[in-house]
């Protein structure tokens, strides 16, 4: 039975409290799924009804469900192993200590402020990043930083000849059957975000490196619903073992901790989280827009929450407390539910 009540109402509360216009949310507890949708799509520039079908802006997720299962597939057919030095894929990118587990883990130790970035041209956003620093945090710190799945991005467009978004497209989404899973959606269909030079973004992506980058984003840039995410989380969770590109096998590395002793904790691309009661990892990742998914393969059982927070601003500060609460209380109601 599933029974997340205290975190039901804490999601919940963030549309009767205002934190979100809109909420869609799912629970995965074994074979069981409880799904629900409460809320607007938009409060302006008028109030729109919120469908159980609305396509989200991902944001974030993008990283760990469209280029990171890139590389998975890629790794699951022992292509690459990730131990491979970046310079070797992007010759214009000289420190030859960064692997492309550090741009994973986000240890790559790559930052520095790029003058005028969102006015920046695709081509060159990309020289700027790729002749970006790397810092003495050098698998010294884990620094969550979009540049290292641009990077990630770049490696996939080398390999294949082609953008990483329509690299995606081709060996993961399609072969698994998603079909509102996407990069290009129809803007009716989606949930609007934020408001731009007095415009409602509806379709495009809210990140303005997306927008910029186009096909060659891996960091941001795709968009899903509800149905298709949870199809996606039993794969992660081994309740669907053929559903993702690549081996159950590589599934279960994700649930490992990749960084050296004394630096956070995180996985190839997710996030660590802890069992509260047996300290097991469980993966999360969070999407600026307003999305999440956690999941623990241990107890096959999950968290898929889509919200609209950017809408009408991104400066929403009040959500980011909520949805930490939010994962706590799973976390707690988890550990607990049978």
């Not at 081994?238 to 081996?247: A, K, V």
Request: charged share 20%; proline share 6%.
């Amino acid at each position: 039975m599933i029974d997340y009540s205290t975190t039901q109402t804490l999601i919940e509360s963030m549309v009767s409290e205002r934190i979100v216009p809109g909420v869609n949310y799912a629970f995965i507890k074994g074979k069981q799924t409880f799904t629900s949708t409460i809320g607007f799509a938009s409060i302006y520039p008028k109030v729109t009804q919120l469908s159980p079908f609305a396509e989200y802006d991902l944001a974030s997720l993008t990283k760990v469900l469209a280029t990171e299962n890139v590389l998975l597939k890629l790794y699951d057919q022992g292509k690459i192993n990730f131990t491979e030095p970046l310079h070797s894929f992007i010759p214009e990118f000289k420190d030859e200590r960064v692997r492309l587990y550090h741009l994973f883990t986000h240890t790559s130790g790559i930052r520095g402020w790029i003058p005028h970035r969102d006015e920046l041209s695709h081509d060159q956003l990309i020289n700027a990043i790729i002749h970006l620093p790397v810092t003495d945090e050098f698998e010294k710190k884990m620094r969550y930083a979009d540049t290292n799945f641009v990077l990630l991005g770049l490696v996939i467009k080398k390999i294949f000849g082609e953008p990483v978004q329509e690299v995606a497209t081709k060996e993961v989404f399609n072969p698994m059957g998603l079909k509102h899973t996407t990069f290009h959606p129809k803007k009716a269909d989606c949930v609007p975000t934020a408001i731009i030079n007095g415009h409602v973004l509806q379709g495009i992506p809210h990140d303005p490196k997306a927008r910029q980058l186009g096909s060659d984003c891996g960091s941001a840039g795709l968009f899903s619903t509800m149905d298709d995410l949870i199809a996606i989380g039993k794969g992660y969770l081994g309740l669907n073992q053929h559903i993702l590109p690549y081996s159950q096998d590589t599934v279960s590395k994700l649930y490992e901790n990749k960084n050296l002793p004394g630096i956070k904790p995180r996985s190839w691309g997710w996030d660590l989280r802890f069992d509260p009661q047996y300290h097991y990892p469980i993966i999360l990742h969070t999407g600026y827009t307003g999305t999440l998914i956690i999941l623990d393969r241990l107890k096959k059982s999950g968290l898929v929450l889509l919200t609209n927070r950017v809408q009408p601003t991104g400066h929403n500060l009040v959500f980011l407390a909520a949805r930490e609460r939010i994962i706590q209380s799973f976390l707690k109601e988890n550990c607990v539910n049978l």
